[in-house]
């Protein structure tokens, strides 16, 4: 039983694969939306690889590889509908004078080798649909206090990259990153108050 589980996950797996490749020409390149195509699909590749390659893997294994295969189609269907609503308007839908549309700007995390500070981010992006830095910037701080979020200047936008660009800063700039050695951070949680406290 569990080798034949272990075969219709890399089967579905494969399936998610081939979905997010499609995905991923149609998708405007360096785009929030792109990116996240493309994060779901080097971690469905990864599931796949370990479920059609490896050796048996265990129940834990097995939920897990499951739980990657879900949220990634999960994701890719979310981003698909998006542009099947929206694909036929989007670039006259694209105000260059403004940049302030999350949907078609690259969001750039610092420091760039946090990867739960950049999924936090991502995660806002899609479901809050934020019209400017400073909606971005004011969620983010419910889980990171120090975070700042900054649309790019355009005298840093060159011909190849014309695209609207928000930077966010995890400890409030560039040089206030944490040294390389430290753990990457996790979002804070409410502090809830038990009967000990005073």
Same mark, same amino acid.
């Given at each position: ?23 991923? =020409? #149609? ?69 260059? %004078? ?10 750039? %995390?610092?420091?760039? #080798? ?20 400073? =909606? ?24 190849? #990259? ?18 390389? #050695? ?17």
């Amino acid at each position: 039983m569990p080798e034949t589980t272990q075969l219709v996950l890399a089967a579905r797996a494969l399936d998610a694969c081939h979905e997010a490749e499609a995905l991923l =020409e #149609d998708t405007t390149p360096r785009t929030v939306d792109h990116e996240t195509v493309a994060l779901a699909l080097v971690r469905v590749q990864a599931a796949y690889d370990s479920l059609a390659y490896g050796a048996e893997l265990t129940g834990v294994a097995l939920a897990h590889a499951r739980a990657t295969i879900e949220g990634a189609k999960t994701t890719l269907a979310i981003i698909r509908g998006r542009y099947q609503r929206h694909g036929a308007t989007r670039s006259a839908s694209v105000d260059r %004078t403004s940049h302030t549309q999350p949907r078609f700007a690259r969001v750039v %995390t610092f420091p760039s #080798d946090d990867p739960a500070f950049r999924d936090h981010v991502l995660s806002i992006v899609h479901r809050e649909m934020p019209e400017i830095p400073e =909606e971005l910037e004011a969620t983010l701080r419910a889980s990171y206090p120090l975070a700042v979020v900054r649309l790019r200047q355009r005298l840093a936008e060159t011909a190849d #990259d014309p695209d609207p660009v928000w930077y966010a800063f995890r400890d409030g700039g560039v040089l206030r990153h944490r040294p390389q #050695d430290d753990p990457p951070s996790e979002p804070e949680r409410p502090h809830r108050h038990g009967s000990g406290d005073r």
